[in-house]
């Protein structure tokens, strides 16, 4: 299957690889997917005072769509306030790649990603108060 | 552009020169471009004279007699007419079919059609090593079942089944046995006046013919009948009507003649280059080879690279051209049924690649794509969130996915 410039673009270089310490109280992780369905996402976002998320790091096993999905991801939700992140719909991601429709599923799973991130650390929020 | 290097010899190969520059005498007014069906004229006489020639030299490629020999479009058409056409004329004798989990669609999807016409139909599962349990193939043999159809070499992960002893269990049993010999012929040596087989599928794109022609084997002695799939003029004894498409069988006919010139040498030269690459991933960690790695063909290499998806991988090495069992690459997001009838876990069947070298692979080729490949691996590897889990010791099927 062809693939558009920006999936490629994601692919070759993709944005905030890497890992957060999970344990952190101001780290949030979401992880989502199966390996028997061929993609998991695991997004972290490192949330400040003001509720601001201030770095993201993502790794992902799967097809090119499902690495440009979560760096793209990554790349947004960095600076967003939680509320704000957790409303990114998968279609805003897959307009942007120009995901064909067989792979609109890997959009989801960065949706899923970034709200499963957000209630992990609004979990560890309110365990603490 | 500098083109990516070809290495998916299995899913189909080249016309090479020789058989390109002969198919080409074929067709214009120069050449004879006739109907072989016409008898009586010149025009009509020289097409047939190709064929003839054509026939013979599909025929001795495989131990066969010409007249045994009956083209088709391809391995497909093949299947279709040697399984529906057994099927058919024999259904006064029994309903049930028997045939493997990791045969071809072109078998699967006809079997499949066959039930729906109210005939019964055994998929076997293999052994982990993608051969059939002949002691299973026997149990399963009953008073009605009056056809098995196996492939001879399975067109993902290359292995290689025993033609003989399942064709002596078939003739011992009185069932009719069909072999979809696509990926063999040519590339293994086959001797139908030896094997205990009836029917056998040919294809001549994938041994450096053309695409679009094929050929069905259906033995004299003993004598097997087939219900025509193709109704019209009455070509091929009555077993596939339509006219002869001269160039395209003068195409398969040297392909085989060339293939038989040359396999012993073609065979060993190739099987050098496939070792040389799984000599190359052999020392990396978590690699699996799919598939039985002694019985299996020279040019075929199915390999697992664990915690890497394939269709990424796949995208990643792009300079070689490859195939993959990973759901992406196909429409259906499934990954390959063929890995999963062995007992592959899922992820591993969506990490498989498959590398299949050929008659224009150079070493240069293979070491090219050693080199890309570990480079890509361990990039992708870098990425991967199950790779982590795996170097900090957590068993993945200790996780609980939340399966999509």
């Known amino acids: 299957m062809a693939y558009g410039k920006k999936v490629l673009d994601h692919y070759e270089n993709p944005r905030n690889v890497g890992v957060l310490d999970k344990e952190a109280n101001n780290v949030g992780t979401g992880m989502v997917g199966a390996p ?4 998991v996402m695991r997004l972290q976002i490192k949330v400040n005072g003001e509720g601001i998320i201030e770095d993201a790091k993502f790794k992902t096993y799967g097809c090119g769509s499902a690495i440009a999905s979560s760096s793209l991801l ?9 509320d704000d992140a957790a409303q990114i719909k998968n279609t805003e991601i897959a307009e942007e790649l120009a995901l064909p429709p067989v792979k609109i599923h890997c959009s ?7 709200k499963a991130a957000v209630e992990d650390y609004r979990k560890k929020l309110a365990a603490q108060v | ?50 064929v003839d020639v054509a026939r013979s030299q599909v025929a001795d490629l ?38 493997l989990k990791t045969e071809h669609k072109a078998v699967l999807d006809t079997c499949r059609q066959l039930e729906r016409e109210g005939f019964e139909v055994t998929y076997l599962d293999p052994l982990a090593n993608g051969l059939l349990d002949l002691d299973l193939f026997k149990k399963t043999i009953r008073e009605d079942t009056i056809l098995a159809s196996f492939m001879h070499v399975n067109n993902e992960i290359g292995v290689i089944q025993d033609l003989q002893s399942i064709g002596d269990i078939c003739r011992e049993n009185k069932v009719f046995f069909h072999v979809d010999a696509a990926q063999s012929a040519g590339k293994i040596e086959i001797d139908l006046s030896l094997l205990p087989v009836d029917l056998m599928s040919f294809s001549a794109h994938k041994i450096y013919g053309p695409k679009g022609m094929g050929a069905l084997y259906v033995s004299r002695k003993p004598r097997v009948r087939l219900e025509a799939q193709m109704h019209g003029g009455g070509h091929e004894r009555g077993m596939r009507s339509g006219t002869l498409a001269t160039h395209q069988i003068v195409g398969m ?11 012993k040498d073609e065979s060993d030269r190739t099987l050098k280059l496939r070792q040389r690459l799984y000599d190359g991933f052999s020392d990396m960690e978590e690699v699996v080879v799919n598939g039985d790695l002694d019985q299996r063909i020279a040019g075929n290499l199915n390999i697992s690279f664990n915690y890497v998806e394939g269709e990424s991988l796949m995208m990643a090495i792009s300079d070689v051209a490859v195939s993959s069992g990973s759901a992406c690459t196909s429409s259906s997001l499934e990954p390959s ?64 996915w939340a399966a999509h």
């Open chain 1, 74 to 82: 990554t790349e947004w939700v960095k600076g967003r306030t939680l």
């Open chain 1, 36 to 39: 028997a369905c061929g993609d």
């Open chain 2, 253 to 263: 006919g040297e392909a085989f003649a060339i293939a038989k010139a040359e396999m």
């Open chain 2, 1 to 50: 552009m500098l083109t990516p290097t070809y290495m998916d010899y299995s899913s189909t190969t080249p016309v090479d020169a020789r058989v390109a520059n002969k198919m080409a005498k074929y067709l214009t007014m120069e050449g004879d471009f006739g109907n072989a069906a016409s008898r009586s004229h010149y025009y009509g006489w020289q097409a047939e004279k190709a």
């Open chain 2, 62 to 99: 495989v131990g066969a007699d010409p007249r045994e020999i009956v083209w088709t479009s391809g391995a497909t058409e093949s299947n279709n007419l040697a399984i529906k056409g057994i099927a058919n004329f024999y259904q006064k004798r029994g309903k049930h079919i028997i045939t």
């Open chain 2, 337 to 400: 049924y063929v890995l999963r009838a062995l007992g592959l876990s899922d992820e591993l069947a969506h990490s498989s690649i498959r590398f299949s070298v050929g008659r224009y692979t150079t070493e240069k080729d293979v070491d090219d794509a050693i080199v890309l490949v570990r480079e890509k691996v361990e990039k992708l590897r870098d990425l991967s969130p199950l790779w982590d889990m795996y170097k900090d010791g957590i068993d993945l099927n200790s996780v609980e």
């Open chain 1, 108 to 114: 989801v799973l960065a949706e899923d990603a970034i």
